[in-house]
């Protein structure tokens, strides 16, 4: 809410905005970062796929795809902060 008043305050006043702007090397790091969070989240979904042929509960399935997801992300925002720190 606070990114779009200042936008909005900004657009009024005739000033640029940065917000959206970004380089090659941010479009390099999210894709590079985004393709390896591609495949842990292919390799987590093969244990709740395991799951659902050993038909488990509901429960234990959706808990496994919902770990997926976690670790996904957290690993593509890990590899995101180091490429960042150390270089890309």
Known sequence: VVAIFLAARA???????????????????????GN???YVLGAGMIPAMTLAVLEFD????????????FVSELVTATIKIVAYRRGF
């Open 36 to 38: 390896i969070g591609g």
């Open 11 to 33: 657009a009024a006043k005739g000033d640029s905005t940065d917000i959206d702007q970004s380089d090659e090397r941010d479009r390099s790091i999210s894709r590079f970062a």
């Open 58 to 69: 509901h429960f234990w399935i959706a808990h496994a795809i919902l770990a997926s997801f």
